[in-house]
């Protein structure tokens, strides 16, 4: 009879084990970073089987406005990953957002490049 609640306690344990053990694959994580002119940070989640990304750039500059047109690559391994054009918003920010049904590595570290004003930073997000 205690040797059934054994097992019956261990069967269940790994069970509950297993459950936490899959549904870790998901989660959520951020990476984050700065430069002289420029902070970033990439969020990510797995929720109902779609990986979402989020890069959030933030001129760190007073003037916003004179930045025009700015160009990012963001790297994972070497490779592009993403790149885009875009123009600041008034708040000195931009925000990128996309997903994927399939999920990725979460990412360790990422290199964005940014070019704007014939100048360029690379900014490292750990």
Request: net charge positive.
């Amino acid at each position: 009879m205690i040797l059934r609640w054994r097992v019956a306690w261990f069967l269940l344990i790994f069970c509950f084990m297993l459950l936490n053990a899959c549904s870790g694959q998901g989660g959520k994580g951020s990476l984050s970073g700065k430069s002289e002119h420029w902070s970033a940070v990439f969020q990510y989640q797995m929720k109902d089987s779609v990986f979402e990304k989020k890069l959030i750039i933030r001129y760190l500059g007073s003037d916003a406005v004179m930045v025009g047109n700015v160009t990012y690559k963001l790297l994972k391994n070497g490779k592009v990953a993403d790149t885009r054009n875009f123009v600041l918003g008034d708040n000195g920010q931009y925000e990128a957002v996309s997903f994927a049904q399939q999920a990725e590595d979460k990412p360790q570290e990422l290199k964005l490049q940014l070019e704007w004003n014939n100048q360029t930073e690379t900014v490292t997000l750990k």
